[in-house]
């Protein structure tokens, strides 16, 4: 009986070791976090705390989601925030021109999908085309879509005079915010891109060894081109969500720092820097790391001013976790 | 005259495991003050870990080293300051200094304390070139230096840090045959000054020709030590592999008439000069020459990887244009690159999805077909031996020469009708290297006709039925039948010949 007991114990040693850290250790941290946190604060689990995290994240979130993409493709994009403020601004116009009603709203959802496409392509031109550092290249174009936001709207407010358009970033589905469900769906679609076609292996090939994946008759530059296309495309759905709920777009404030956060949710979801590899869902589960530990601040009234301290901590710790691991 | 029989390493029963595999057993020998010791062995014989024994970047874990009679626990640094030093296959030189700042790096003169002395510098740098009897100028950058002279300047660095004992390994691999008669010369000259080296190499005849002593590993074991004069290179070969090399090669199957690929009037700006062949079908045609001889640049032309500035490429006697990668799979063009880390495997990549990688479309319609992915892996598993512990494991965990299969089947898998093989050998053992051989013998048995990179002469004359001569980056000759020879290769090789037969 103490026999069968042991050998229970040690198959559960065995399991536990067998288990896939490099795979699961973005999961098991936000269990902990999640167990850790109901235990902190009361208001932590309830229903409509919880959905507020998501919300919150999933602004941010989306464009990781494309982010995750470039990043395995060796390269970087931080020009999304400014981008963020740009599209948003042009959804807002196209609203107002159009008058504010349906029609209005369903081709302002156009034409931020197609400003976003169009400026992700911008900068995949100048990156394969001209062959310029992504850091570079997005570095610039960071500047030049604030300065264009500011510009166009003479550095004040982008307003909607769209009675309507908030109930699509305000508005619920089944009890969960339009902007979670939306989040959701793009991590399953670019889950299975990434996973399960040809352009999610060709993309892995291209970050991990460039010349391997010429050799191999893999259209280098292209592949790289549509990694920077995918994160233009949900900068672009972001907008479209962001300027949805404020129903406006501060031309000076509107996606500040959503490089940083994006960028950070990549790499707590397990993605490395270096590129080659990566993981869609680990990105969706930093995203809500991030979340669940500003949550938590707030509640445990920690200053505002010093949670960018701890999402700092955050980031470092997750790459010194995934190093250790190698 | 110095006393030969003075004694300036002993090893004494060292060994070496990783993770419980014994890699080197039980090596006794000495090494004498003023010899050139050779080393020979096939890859994974255990001639890298000695050496790395001996100049401390492993610790033994087992066994003694003495050093001029002196027991020493070495380590890189303690290496150094008693005189072992290494001149490594890849250089460790930096580019952007010139040859003086290289060779005093990190032992820089001062004067006042503070600024570099360098016209000291200078001139102990000329008086170490001038001891190796080579006139490269101190002020020199690195990067404008020919092989053969950065080769010049790491010996030199080991001149400078007063080297009692060097170890070269391959150092001929990258010189012309003039380079190394320079070299075989000033290992000379450093002998009689009283410094001992220790010579590996691949290339039997030139440690028959240079060496005193000769020892041979196989798998770790030392087999025997002795004098250079009492082997000869077959005698060598035998002891390596320990058996009779007779049946390494397929007999040769005689190649079509059709002309599969024709090459008319080829050129690429710098690199290469008119080149015109044919490779008919069911052929071996071999490709030899030196080092830079721009044997890898004409088959990176023909597989759309560099583009040409004139010239032709017709298939099946139709001209194609094919300049990029894809459009070589399309005409049903295979490469197995030389470079294999660098360009032919993803290294993080797992077995099936390296095998997939070019021929991924036939796996795929909207999604990829994991299943078909997996057997169709499995099968090239079964079929090349490849030695995995499971297909999901990354190829960094292989060996080479499972490595090289893999990369085999990858350009396998796109169904080629012409396969160009790029030192398809290098750095992979005899075994792996004689199943290579033979996959590429039923390749033309069933009709697919082959294009043979190779630096090895006898691999060359072993496999070809014709062959290509190449020198700077054009055609010398193009050889066939009793024609394929070591000496007529290398004279067109070398240039001292010229015109196809």
């Not at chain 2, 032992?107 to 360098?118: A, C, H, I, V």
């Not at chain 2, 893999?406 to 792996?432: H, M, Q, Y």
């Amino acid at each position: 009986m103490k026999n069968k007991i042991e050998k229970e114990k040690k198959n559960f040693w065995d399991l536990l070791k067998k288990i896939n850290f490099e795979k699961y250790g973005p999961l098991i941290a936000l269990v902990v976090l999640f167990i850790i946190s109901s235990f902190a604060s009361p208001y932590f689990l309830k229903f409509r705390n919880l959905t507020n995290i998501l919300r919150q994240v999933s602004y941010t979130g989306i464009i990781a989601l494309g982010m995750t993409f470039v990043i395995i493709s060796a390269g970087i994009d931080l020009s999304v925030g400014s981008m963020t403020a740009l599209v948003g601004g042009i959804v807002i116009m196209t609203l107002n021109y159009f008058g504010g009603g349906i029609f209005a709203i369903f081709m302002a959802i156009i034409a931020g999908i197609l400003f976003g496409l169009v400026l992700g392509a911008i900068n995949g031109v100048i990156i394969t085309k001209w062959n310029v550092a992504p850091f570079i290249v997005t570095l610039g174009t960071m500047s030049i879509f604030r300065s264009l936001t500011l510009y166009i709207s003479d550095a004040s407010e982008f307003r909607s005079t769209s009675t309507i358009f908030p109930e699509l970033g305000m508005g619920y589905l089944l009890k969960l915010p339009i902007p979670v469900w939306i989040f959701f769906g793009l991590t399953i679609l670019y889950s299975i891109v990434l996973n399960h076609t040809k352009y999610g292996r060709y993309i892995c090939a291209v970050g991990s060894n460039q010349k391997v994946a010429r050799y191999s008759a893999i259209k280098v530059k292209l592949t790289k081109f549509f990694a920077y296309v995918i994160v233009g495309i949900n900068v672009g759905i972001t907008a479209i969500l962001l300027s949805s709920r404020l129903n406006s777009i501060s031309s000076s404030g509107a996606g500040t720092g959503y490089e940083l956060d994006a960028i950070a949710a990549v790499i707590i979801g397990g993605t490395a820097m270096s590129g080659g590899s990566g993981s869609v869902v680990g990105t969706l589960i930093g995203a809500i790391i991030l979340g669940i530990v500003n949550n938590m601040l707030n509640m445990m009234g920690v200053s505002p001013y010093l949670q960018g301290t701890v999402k700092g901590l955050v980031i470092i710790g997750a790459v010194l976790i995934q190093r250790k691991k190698e | 005259m110095i006393n030969l029989h003075e004694v300036l390493v002993k090893t004494k029963n060292i060994a070496k495991e990783f993770s419980g595999v014994r890699v080197l057993d039980d090596i006794n020998i000495e090494i004498k003050k003023g010899e050139i010791f050779g080393i020979i062995g096939e890859n994974g014989a255990g001639k890298s870990t000695f050496i790395k024994i001996l100049n401390g970047i492993y610790q033994q874990t087992k066994g003694e080293v003495f050093f001029q009679g002196k027991k020493v626990d070495m380590d890189v640094q303690k290496a150094k300051n008693i005189g072992i030093n290494t001149i490594p296959q890849e250089f460790n030189l930096i580019n952007d200094l010139n040859v003086y700042e290289n060779i005093f790096l990190g032992k820089e003169y001062q004067k006042n304390r503070f600024l570099l002395d360098k016209d000291k510098m200078r001139k102990e740098t000329n008086k170490f070139l001038k001891v190796l009897e080579t006139e490269i100028d101190p002020n020199e950058k690195i990067s404008n230096l020919s092989v053969a002279q950065k080769q010049m300047v790491e010996i030199a660095k080991a001149v400078a840090y007063n080297s009692k004992l060097l170890i070269m390994d391959e150092p001929t691999t990258v010189l012309t045959p003039f380079e190394v008669k320079t070299l075989f010369k000033l290992m000379k000259d450093l002998v009689s000054q009283d410094i001992t080296i220790i010579y590996i190499s691949h290339n039997l005849k030139e440690v028959k020709e240079i060496c005193d002593r000769v020892m041979v590993l196989r798998d770790g074991e030392f087999i025997c030590l002795e004098e250079a004069d009492d082997l000869d290179e077959k005698e060598m070969a035998n002891r390596m592999v320990g058996r009779e090399l007779n049946q390494m090669f397929p007999s040769k199957v005689k190649a079509g008439e059709e002309k599969v690929l024709e090459v008319k009037n080829l050129n690429v700006e710098g690199l290469l000069e008119n080149i015109n062949f044919d490779l008919k079908k069911g052929e071996i045609l071999g490709f030899s020459g030196l080092v830079g001889a721009g044997r890898t640049e004409l088959a990176e032309t023909i597989i759309g990887i560099r583009e040409k500035s004139s010239g032709e490429i017709f298939i099946n006697g139709e001209k194609v244009i094919i300049d990029s990668p894809s459009k070589a799979v399309k005409n049903d063009i295979a490469y197995l690159p030389e470079d294999r880390q660098g360009v032919g495997i993803l290294t993080n990549f797992n077995v099936p999805s390296n095998i997939t990688l070019i021929s991924l479309k036939n796996y795929t319609k909207i999604l990829i077909n994991h299943k078909k992915v997996k057997e169709k892996a499995r099968y090239y598993v079964d079929e090349f031996n490849i030695q995995a512990p499971s297909l999901d494991i990354a190829l960094e965990y292989l060996s080479g020469g499972n490595q090289q299969k893999v990369s085999l089947a990858k350009s396998l898998d796109t169904e080629p009708n012409i396969f160009i093989f790029d030192e398809p050998t290098r750095g992979i053992d005899v075994n792996a290297k004689m199943e290579i051989f033979n996959f590429i013998h039923e390749l033309v048995q069933s009709g697919i006709s082959v294009i043979f990179i190779s630096s090895e002469l006898e691999e060359i004359i072993g496999m070809c039925t014709r062959v290509v001569v190449m020198r700077s980056g054009s055609i010398t000759g193009i050889l066939e039948d009793e024609h394929i020879n070591e000496e007529e290769i290398m004279y067109h090789a070398t240039g001292v010949k010229r015109g196809a037969i």
